[in-house]
């Protein structure tokens, strides 16, 4: 399985933008890079997944370099709410999600 | 609300017992995944099932074992258990087995080994 490489913990004030780095240079040209996140005693919840473009939706941001080594999950505008461990995840079609340790992301306020 | 449904919440036993989780998915996904996560590991994924299937597996003790059922609710089977297996089960679903959308997970089983 494809792995990637999280810092394990970031820190952001409230309502500054966050980027969440993510390294995966053994990446294929069919895996799909998801980002979930998990918020304190739930469990894990989908936030943006892409393949090659970026992405856009109500929640983040999916910046991916253009050789699809890394990619950056972009939070526009922290809020206490985002506090989460947030998991970057290669995945190929019909492979299983494999999550890593992610990286804690500390709001304050 | 992700839409699946996990029972117990929580759950206490001894060393040596055997437990059963229940997952129902969301309405329509034929694919439901356990994951297991501890306290000392991320989320280990366990064994995956598609349509009564069994699809994949992870890191699933042979103490353990899973299915799937006609009404596609799934069960996780935990025997023989060891104070290690103290954590949080997750269920998830989605739509089929090759999707490269979404998993929704369910909220989890605390299972707690004295």
């Known amino acids: 399985d494809a792995k990637t490489t999280q810092p394990n913990s970031m820190e952001s004030n409230e309502e500054e933008p966050v980027h969440l780095p993510c390294n995966h240079s053994?990446?294929?040209?069919?895996?799909?890079i998801h980002w979930y996140r998990q918020l304190p005693s739930q469990g894990p919840e989908y936030v943006i997944h892409g393949l090659t473009s970026n992405v856009n939706n109500r929640m983040a941001s999916l910046a991916i370099a253009e050789d699809r080594k890394s990619s950056t999950l972009i939070l526009h505008r922290a809020t206490l709410r985002d506090a989460a461990v947030y998991y970057c995840i290669l995945r190929h079609t019909g492979n299983q999600f494999y999550f890593g340790t992610g990286t804690s992301l500390t709001v304050i306020p | 609300d992700s839409g699946v449904t996990q029972t117990p919440k929580h759950l206490i036993t001894a060393t040596g017992q055997r437990v059963t989780l229940r997952c129902s998915p969301r309405?329509?996904?034929?694919?439901v995944y356990w994951y297991q996560q501890s306290l000392d590991q991320g989320l280990q994924f366990l064994i995956q099932y598609y349509n009564g299937e069994e699809r994949a597996k992870g890191n699933i003790l042979e103490r353990f074992s899973a299915q799937q059922f006609p009404d596609l609710h799934s069960e996780l089977n935990l025997s023989s258990l060891e104070l290690g297996d103290s954590a949080l089960y997750f269920c998830?679903?989605?739509?089929?087995?090759?999707?490269?959308?979404?998993?929704?997970f369910g909220e989890g089983s605390r299972l707690t080994v004295l």
């Open positions: 053994t990446i294929s040209g069919t895996d799909y």
């Open positions: 309405s329509g996904d034929l694919s």
């Open positions: 998830a679903s989605s739509e089929s087995s090759g999707y490269t959308g979404e998993l929704f």
